[in-house]
């Protein structure tokens, strides 16, 4: 079935070092979803990304869509300490389900 | 205040005794799904329902029940709890198509 591989893991960094996540998918997606997931917290919808090529920014987090909607990225310039979570992608699969990534647990050391 | 609520927030209990965890959601969602999270698997789907009286198996279904008979409710089900169903749950809700998801604030379960 389809898969969405999410790297790394894990990611240690020093309070303004940036940070990136990796999102990859077996197949091409009509489109891919990011949340972020505070400690102790719940998902919550960051942004949606549709188009081949596109790359949206919200403060100091760019995202992007691949040219072969296969994979997107995430990346925080300058990391706060209120930066810290997990990061989810999240490709849509049948019958309107997301499949989420392993997600990224991003842990900034002040 | 829009917003999906689960309860209870945390939960033990022991293995076999039946249970329900109950998630309702004020924003007239069509669909609504359970998930549960463990370490280094990520956010996998239980089941989901895409309206009234229309539920069906996500990834990993076995042990659960679930329920629509209210669009609001969708309460999950463990007719005989086992310590492997030991887990952090979100419900979750959203309007049908490729649109965002509305979690609930998380149910942590632990069976013994």
């Known amino acids: 079935g389809q898969q969405v591989m999410q790297i790394p893991q894990y990611q240690h960094v020093q309070e303004g070092e940036d940070f990136t996540t990796y999102c990859n998918s077996s197949?091409?997606?009509?489109?891919i979803q990011w949340y972020k997931q505070r400690p102790g917290g719940h998902p919550v919808f960051l942004i949606q990304?549709?188009?081949?090529?596109e790359v949206k920014k919200q403060k100091r987090l760019t995202f992007q869509f691949g040219e072969a909607k296969k994979n997107s990225s995430l990346h925080i310039t300058a990391t706060q300490t209120t930066d810290v979570g997990t990061y989810f992608c999240?490709?849509?699969?049948?019958?309107?389900?997301?499949?989420f990534g392993t997600g990224t647990r991003l842990q900034v050391f002040p | 205040e829009a917003q999906v609520t689960q309860n209870p927030r945390y939960l033990i209990t022991v293995t076999g005794k039946k249970l329900t965890v109950t998630c309702s959601q004020n924003?007239?969602?069509?669909?609504m799904s359970w998930y549960r999270q463990d370490p280094g698997l990520g956010l996998r789907q239980i089941y989901y329902?895409?309206?009234?009286?229309?539920?069906d198996k996500g990834d990993v279904p076995e042990g659960y029940k679930v329920s629509r008979k209210e669009k609001r409710n969708f309460p999950l089900i463990l007719e005989s709890p086992s310590p492997n169903q030991t887990s952090l749950y979100f419900c979750?809700?959203?309007?049908?198509?490729?649109?965002?998801?509305?979690f609930g604030q998380g149910t942590r379960l632990t069976v013994v």
């Open positions: 979750a809700s959203k309007v049908r198509g490729n649109t965002e998801a509305f």
């Open positions: 197949t091409t997606l009509s489109n």
């Open positions: 990304l549709v188009k081949s090529g």
């Open positions: 999240a490709a849509p699969g049948n019958t309107d389900k997301l499949i």
């Open positions: 924003m007239n969602h069509e669909y």
């Open positions: 329902s895409m309206n009234v009286e229309v539920t």
